[in-house]
């Protein structure tokens, strides 16, 4: 049988293991704003790809076009 104290130390410590990467990602692209900002300009761009095909559809389907 495990211990509450015990339980809460191994689950806690999962829990950082499993976040590690994230905490390593997050300190390297706050140190990097120009980098965050391009990525976020191109995911930006993809996204209007998307949803402007989206619309086209929509409208298209609905007869507004």
Known sequence: SIRYGDLKTTVGNAIAESFADFRKRRT???KHPA???KILV???KR???VASKTIKEVR?????E
């Open 35 to 37: 980098k965050v900002k």
């Open 47 to 49: 996204a209007e790809k």
């Open 28 to 30: 390297d692209l706050v």
């Open 42 to 44: 191109e995911g930006a």
């Open 60 to 64: 298209k389907l609905t007869g507004l």
